[in-house]
């Protein structure tokens, strides 16, 4: 039982952290593929960086960089310029020289994110990014130090604070190894162990090419869980899904490829 009560912690903390960054974070502010209702968004805004201990506006400035530049030098992180393990560092130096641009008001950053009309976390203007951290630290310890529950409360921990090894995964797998559905100007792959360990984020061929779609999966064979979790939060409206951007089926016609949110260099 205590291991199944482990993994049920990491699969709830796993699955907090997934639906703040896949959904509210990537779908909903980066692409605006689904429109996040009011108080979800301000929940997004507000309180995003406590889930994930990644600031909002500069994750999905950074991303929109990646779509913008994709596979290129000025990609925040390819494997095909920084290599497989140097991503996983790559990613961490790109998000704080976003950061640092964003608050510097550099047009270099600031132009890809002019719609979102909020500043980075006061966390981060602060200084005290670390404090989300710390805060899920304490509620590790909290549940270690008096039960004795050790391997629970690191299950916690690394299940809530797992974005970095879930963004590596996909930003060296997704644009390394697995196969293409469309061609596009990069060399972004559909890799399905990626896609079912990150909710359907390793889908990355199918979300170059249609950028603004809720739905990564375009084959029968492809599971997108993240859109699935749309479908639910939809029923709850929290959500809605922009239908008129979402990937064609296969026996459609292909449409022109749908703009990147960034502006072109």
Known sequence: MYILACIGVFLLAY????????????????????TL??????????????????????????????????????????????????VLFGQLKSYERTLVGLARKEPEFTRHVE????????????????????????ISLAIALP??????????????????IEGW????????????????????????????LVFGEGYQNNHHRYATSAKFSYQWWEVDLGYALCRLLEKLHVLEIRRDTLIPP???SQPAMEPSLSMTP
């Open 15 to 34: 699955l907090a952290n997934a639906i703040m960054i896949t959904v509210f974070y990537h779908r909903g502010l980066a692409h605006r593929a689904v």
């Open 37 to 86: 209702s009011p108080w979800a968004r301000a929940f997004t805004i507000h309180s995003g960086i406590w889930f994930t201990g990644l600031d909002p506006k500069g994750w999905a400035c950074m991303h929109r960089r990646h779509h913008a530049y994709s596979d290129t030098e000025r990609d925040p992180h390819s494997p095909a310029h920084q290599g497989m393990l140097g």
């Open 115 to 138: 719609d979102l009309d909020f500043p980075i976390n006061w966390l981060n203007r602060k200084r005290v990014w670390f404090l989300p951290y710390l805060t899920h630290l304490a």
């Open 147 to 164: 039960t004795g529950m050790w391997v629970l409360g690191a299950a916690y921990y690394f299940g809530i604070m797992s974005h970095p």
């Open 169 to 196: 995964m996909v930003n060296t797998l997704g644009h390394a190894v697995g196969g293409r559905n469309f061609e596009t100007s990069d060399d972004s792959r559909n890799n399905h162990l990626a896609a079912w």
């Open 250 to 252: 296969p026996y459609a």
